[in-house]
């Protein structure tokens, strides 16, 4: 991999969205386990990690004091309140990855994805799609990871965001999430594709 100066070739960036419970993590768990050359971003938030989640893994789990102040010092490329709490991407990770010629995996939300835009015109969206609303509030209860009024929350938001996503998201591909096994083969095939060209 290298452009015409000998140097690495510049990395792509991909940012996946989705309304939560559409199973964007797990698909992006598969992807990275899959395909050489991918690097996570990890984000910052101020919410509590869930069971199994690891400070500097999941996320970077921060006080709204700490993140407000990262705010304020533009450390974040884009940065959102997503169900009440504060997520941002940080904004130095990026460079160091791309100019290092490996492709960086984002998890974004759609609103944070139309800012995220405006300082990376290039970086390709992936919309992970439940089949259906009714689908996915099965899936958030199945999960087990929400209470009852945070599912009622974070289903209303679903609505909002895709709606939002179709009308005035910049998202180049979709992977409707109805059989796991195979949207984890078309994320994997989609994501070859694009880093190869
Ligand atoms: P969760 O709390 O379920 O991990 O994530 C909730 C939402 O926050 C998801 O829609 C996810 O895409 C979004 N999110 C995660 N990291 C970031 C980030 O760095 N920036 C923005 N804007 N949204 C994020």
Redesign the pocket.
């Given at each position: 991999m290298s452009n015409s100066a000998g140097g690495p070739r510049r990395g792509k960036i991909l940012v996946?969205?989705?309304?939560?419970g559409a199973g964007?993590?797990t698909l992006i768990d598969h992807l990275l386990a899959s395909v050489p050359g991918l690097v996570y971003?990890v984000?910052?938030?101020t919410?509590k990690p869930?069971p199994g989640e690891a400070d500097g893994v999941?996320?970077f789990f921060l006080t709204v004091d700490e993140f407000e102040r990262k705010v304020a010092e533009g450390e974040?490329a884009?940065?959102?309140k997503?169900?009440g709490?504060y997520?941002?991407?940080p904004r130095a990770f990026i460079e160091t990855v791309l100019s290092g010629g490996e492709h960086i995996v984002?998890?974004?939300?759609?609103?944070?994805?139309a800012?995220?835009d405006e300082a990376y015109p290039e970086a390709v969206g992936v919309l992970i799609v439940p089949p259906s609303l009714d689908h996915l509030e099965k899936r958030l209860k199945a999960r087990g990871a929400d209470d009852a009024g945070t599912i009622r929350l974070r289903l209303d938001n679903a609505r909002v965001?895709m709606d939002f996503a179709m009308a005035q998201g910049k998202y180049e591909h979709y992977i409707v999430n109805d059989d796991l096994e195979a949207a984890k083969d078309e994320v994997v095939r989609l994501v070859r594709t694009i880093i190869d060209e």
């Open positions: 996946f969205s989705a309304a939560s964007k993590n971003s984000s910052a938030t919410r869930r999941n996320y974040f884009e940065w959102e997503v169900h709490n997520y941002g991407t984002m998890d974004i939300d759609v609103f944070g994805k800012k995220f965001e």
